[in-house]
């Protein structure tokens, strides 16, 4: 990953802006959102890899800090939340696009799906994701 980085400051332009845009592993809620509520029905569990992944990109950009090839001006965090309509819809997105970072246990499945089965009838499940975004700027070297 440092190497992308050193890369990626090689071709920027002068001033350039690089953006680090990305969800963090923080076992992320499980809700049932209808038009008239907003229900807690689990977490996610973090997988050692979503874990590690963060970790090295967090070293990444620090190191590439340290040389002084970028410096950052801004970082926020926001929440991103991803629907489905039914929990079989979710289980299979988790299971095809997230089982090498996340997890939800049988104990978590179940009470997700009784909490949806007794939900309005608009109610969708969703999946309240942690995001950051930092801008860093090109230091000229």
Same mark, same amino acid.
């Given at each position: ?82 629907? =489905? ?12 696009? =997230? ?9 978590? =499945? ?25 801008? =860093? ?5």
């Amino acid at each position: 990953m440092v190497h992308a980085l050193h890369e990626i400051h090689r071709i920027l332009a002068p001033n350039g802006i690089l953006i680090d845009l990305r969800p963090l592993a923080d076992n992320w809620p499980v809700e049932v959102k209808s038009n008239r509520a907003t229900l807690k029905a689990g977490r996610v569990d973090d997988m050692p890899a979503g874990i590690e992944d963060d970790k090295a990109a967090n070293q990444a950009i620090a190191r590439v800090a340290t040389e002084k090839l970028f410096v950052q001006e801004q970082a926020e965090f926001f929440p991103f939340f991803y629907y =489905w309509d039914s929990p079989k819809e979710m289980q299979e997105y988790i299971d095809d696009d =997230w089982a090498d970072f996340v997890s939800i246990d049988e104990a978590a =499945w179940k009470n997700i799906r009784s909490t949806w089965a007794v939900a309005d009838a608009d109610a969708r499940l969703r999946i309240h994701v942690k995001m950051m975004i930092t801008r =860093w700027r090109k230091i000229q070297s």
